[in-house]
T-cell receptor, first 114, second 114 residues
Framework: AQSVTQPDIHITVSEGASLELRCNYS??????LFWYVQSPGQGLQLLLK??????LVQGIKGFEAEFKRSQSSFNLRKPSVHWSDAAEYFC????????????FGKGTRLHILP | NAGVTQTPKFQVLKTGQSMTLQCAQD?????MSWYRQDPGMGLRLIHY???????DQGEVPNGYNVSRSTTEDFPLRLLSAAPSQTSVYFC?????????????FGPGTRLTVL
């Protein structure tokens, strides 16, 4: 079964600074990988996804993520954060196979300093 | 399209009561799933369905039942509510089984069990 770890529960960055949120996964083959964002009191919105091909994936809102097979990682990056990026971010891994379940990490809450 | 809808938005139950959380989608999606979200735990998969008449268990199925009699609806039943089931519940759907399809989330149901 697949699993995903987000090592950082909280991250605080200053507005305009760069951001990297870490995600490590465990899966026996090449997984499907996702990043979702959840604003306070809201549902989840897909930022980006990786299935195959180019390991650097571009998403919405200026986010990107890089799949590194050797490190079992899929870290999310943004060159310059905005106050509106304050939210909780979830990494998720999907299995390839009979049921294609998607399993989520515990999330990283991003705080932005003005 | 209304997307994925969930009712009710809020619910308070007493221990031992039963209730059904409703989930509907109007996108003709085959694949539907239920997650619960608890602080510090991320989203955990409760049950999922790959199509009408087919359901299966996720990570935390105990205490919950599901059925899928139509493509549109995927209700989640709590037969005897317990305080441990206090959570925010999200329903999600995607077009078909492969996790490559974008998964859409409903707005959530906040359930409190006293």
């Amino acid at each position: 079964a697949q699993s995903v770890t987000q090592p950082d529960i909280h991250i605080t960055v200053s507005e305009g600074a760069s951001l990297e949120l870490r995600c490590n996964y465990s899966y026996g083959a090449t997984p499907y990988l996702f990043w979702y964002v959840q604003s306070p009191g809201q549902g989840l919105q897909l930022l980006l996804k990786y299935f195959s091909g180019d390991t650097l994936v571009q998403g919405i809102k200026g986010f990107e993520a890089e799949f590194k097979r050797s490190q079992s990682s899929f870290n999310l990056r943004k060159p310059s954060v905005h106050w509106s990026d304050a939210a909780e971010y979830f990494c998720a891994v999907g299995a390839r196979g009979r049921d294609d379940k998607i399993i989520f990490g515990k999330g990283t809450r991003l705080h932005i300093l003005p | 399209n209304a997307g994925v809808t969930q009712t009710p938005k809020f619910q308070v139950l007493k221990t031992g009561q039963s209730m059904t959380l409703q989930c509907a989608q109007d996108m003709n999606h085959e694949y539907m799933s239920w997650y619960r979200q608890d602080p510090g735990m991320g989203l955990r998969l409760i049950h999922y369905s790959v199509g009408a008449g087919i359901t299966d268990q996720g990570e935390v199925p105990n205490g919950y039942n599901v059925s899928r009699s139509t493509t549109e609806d995927f209700p989640l039943r709590l037969l005897s509510a317990a305080p441990s089931q206090t959570s925010v519940y999200f329903c999600a759907s995607r077009l078909s089984q492969p996790a490559t399809d974008t998964q859409y989330f409903g707005p959530g149901t906040r359930l409190t069990v006293l």
